[in-house]
C-alpha cells in the first residue's frame, strides 16, 4: 500500500490552487479588458445611435420587442424601412405576439383594441385611425399618470424619458418613441400643407385625408403601441 505524504500532497495541491488563481486572474484582467473596449466604442458610437434611432422614429417605425438581431440591422441599412416591417409583420408568429400583447394590454382599452385589430385584419384599416389614436393618448395618459392633453402630454412623456437619460441601451428605445409621439402631437396648422407623419389633430378634427392611410401607415400606428407596452415595462424598472 502506498504512503501518502501529507506535506507533499498538500505543497502540490497548493501549487495547483496556485495556478489555477493565477490562470483565472490573466482571464478575468483579459475579460475586463475586452468589456472597457467594448465599452469605450459603444459610448464613442453612442450619439450616433441616437440619431440613428431618431432618424428611423420620424419615418414612423420603433424597433418592436420581438424584433431580431438580423431584421435590426435590415431596418437600419434600409434608406425607407416599410418593407423590412411589412415582411416582419407578414410572420405569423410576430404579427400573432403583436395581437396577444395588445389585447391582453391593461392600459389599453381591450374592447377597442379587439376591433380595431379585427378591422386591420378584415381590411377595413382606415376606419380605425381614429380609435388607434385615442389608444396611443390613453396609453400616455397612464404611463406618465398626467391629466394633460395634446402636446403637453407628448412634452409630459418626453420630460418622463429625460428622467432615464443614460448611455444605456434602452435609453435608445426611450429616445425613439418620444421622438415619434412627439411628430404626432407636434403642433401643424390647418392652412398649412400636410405633413408626411401622422398628425394627431388633424386627423381628430378632420383635416386630414383618408386617402393617406395606407396599410402600412396604420401598421406603423399599431407597432407604436406594441413598442409602448414594452417601453413602459424599461419606464418602470428604471426608477
Not at 431580431?68 to 437600419?76: A, T
Not at 434600409?78 to 400573432?96: A, I, L, Q, R
Amino acid at each position: 500500500m502506498r504512503t501518502v505524504n501529507f506535506r507533499k500532497e498538500m505543497q502540490r495541491v497548493r501549487l495547483e490552487l496556485n495556478q489555477g488563481i493565477k490562470a483565472i486572474s490573466s482571464f478575468a484582467k483579459e475579460v475586463r479588458t475586452t468589456f472597457n473596449e467594448w465599452k469605450f466604442l459603444y459610448e464613442e458610437a453612442h450619439p450616433g445611435l441616437l440619431n440613428l434611432a431618431e432618424s428611423i422614429a420620424k419615418k414612423g417605425w420603433l424597433i418592436p420587442p420581438n424584433m431580431g438581431i438580423s431584421e435590426m440591422l435590415d431596418v437600419v441599412d434600409e434608406e425607407n424601412p416599410e418593407d423590412v416591417f411589412k415582411k416582419f409583420y407578414g410572420n405569423t408568429v410576430n404579427y400573432k405576439e403583436m395581437r396577444i400583447t395588445l389585447n391582453n394590454c391593461d392600459l389599453l382599452d381591450k374592447d377597442l383594441m379587439k376591433e380595431c385589430l379585427w378591422c386591420y385584419e378584415n381590411n377595413t384599416y382606415k376606419i380605425i385611425v381614429p380609435a388607434l389614436l385615442i389608444q396611443i393618448e390613453k396609453l400616455l395618459v397612464k404611463v406618465c399618470n398626467t391629466k394633460k392633453i395634446g402636446r403637453g402630454l407628448s412634452r409630459a412623456f418626453e420630460e418622463e424619458v429625460q428622467k432615464r437619460k443614460d448611455m444605456s441601451f434602452w435609453f435608445l428605445h426611450l429616445h425613439a418613441a418620444s421622438t415619434f409621439i412627439n411628430e404626432i402631437f407636434d403642433k401643424h396648422d390647418f392652412d398649412e400643407e400636410r405633413l408626411e407623419s401622422w398628425n394627431r389633430a388633424w386627423v381628430l378634427h378632420g383635416r386630414d385625408d383618408s386617402k393617406y392611410w395606407t396599410d402600412i401607415e396604420v401598421l406603423k400606428l399599431l407597432n407604436l403601441l406594441f413598442s409602448l407596452t414594452f417601453i413602459n415595462e424599461i419606464m418602470n424598472e428604471q426608477l
